[in-house]
């Protein structure tokens, strides 16, 4: 079992970073919009700190994703012409609104002027200062990105579902490394 991408295949590595975060994201989802409905008390404190702690691993995870990415690129999309780039660009997407969610995040907490912290231990440095206006912004920003993110998602899921159907093993590649 192959542990790097290969021109046609997904490498164990690959995979497991992708379904696990993919795990991490839709709970990161879940419990943001619900955090989200509720009003802040003292006994529903620990649901932020759990949101940050989970969120800002995403992140890391992202991180790790990219380089790991950059040393061994996976394989494009099984299509051609315009719908290969477009399913590319779906990607790209995704990528970069799995860094600027947990980013906007961040600066909203930071912006609050509490400080954020990592596994209710470790106090991740402020990326803006705190300012009533800005936390407004960055957390209307957070929600946007986050949203859109969850759309996206969903498409990219039934996508995939309907290409595999279709016949051509995208899904199996993904689940198995090759199709
Ligand atoms: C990829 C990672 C993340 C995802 C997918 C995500 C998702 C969400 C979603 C869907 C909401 C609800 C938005 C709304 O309806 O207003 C939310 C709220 C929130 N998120 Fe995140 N989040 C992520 C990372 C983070 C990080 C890293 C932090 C802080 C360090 C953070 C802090 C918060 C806070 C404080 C709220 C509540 C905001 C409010 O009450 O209006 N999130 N998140
Ligand atoms: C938060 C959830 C998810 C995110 C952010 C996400 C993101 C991505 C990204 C960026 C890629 C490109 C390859 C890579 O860089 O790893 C990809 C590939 C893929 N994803 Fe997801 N994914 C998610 C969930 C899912 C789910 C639930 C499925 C199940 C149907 C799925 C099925 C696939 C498949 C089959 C591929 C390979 C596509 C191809 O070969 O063209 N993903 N995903």
Known sequence: ?????????FGLISRLIHWGMALLLISLLALGLRIAAMEPSLS??????????LGLTALA??????????ISPPPGPQATGWMRLFIKAWHWTL????IATPIAGWAG????????LYAETFVIPPLVEPNE??????????????????????????????????????????????A
């Open 95 to 98: 990528y970069a609104l799995m």
């Open 1 to 9: 079992m192959a542990l790097r991408n290969g021109p046609d295949e």
């Open 109 to 116: 907490s930071s912006a609050s002027g509490i400080d954020t």
């Open 133 to 178: 206006t800005s936390e407004f912004v960055w957390f209307i920003l957070h929600e946007i990105f986050a949203k859109t993110l969850l759309g996206m998602v969903i498409v990219h899921m039934l996508a995939a579902l309907k290409r595999e159907m279709d016949g051509d093993g995208t899904l199996t590649r993904m689940l198995r490394g090759r």
């Open 44 to 53: 529903t404190l620990w649901l932020y700190g759990l949101h940050k702690t």
């Open 61 to 70: 995870l992202l991180l790790l994703r990219v380089i790991w990415h950059l």
